[in-house]
């Protein structure tokens, strides 16, 4: 079973997938991503993902060839990601975020200076 998240922003598609990317759900996915892919950049987040099959990975190979970066932060992920030869995103995730809520700004969590 795959989930798929698509989150469209201005400058980048968010295409977050979770579980196995397999068959026809993995081809699925390569024709929903080629609708939207073309409007600017592709990140694919394969975080959740727990297998790839053979089709799964000639998708991937479809996208890295939009020029999708791949968040690969598993060993898994990251060796199919290598044997594909795909752009793997550095390791900060701060762009898969979600926003704050209710206009709240996030902030590191450190501690106020005290006055003397």
Known sequence: MLRVEICDSADTLIL?????FT?????????????????????????????IDAAGEEVLSFLGQFGAKFVAPNSYVLDVCERLNLHVAPNDNTHLREPPANGEHSRPNKSKPRKR
């Open 16 to 20: 977050r997938l979770e579980g196995r």
């Open 23 to 51: 068959g026809d759900d993995a081809e699925h996915t390569r024709t929903l991503t080629a609708r939207f892919a073309a409007r600017g950049k592709l990140l694919v987040d394969l975080t959740e993902v727990v297998f």
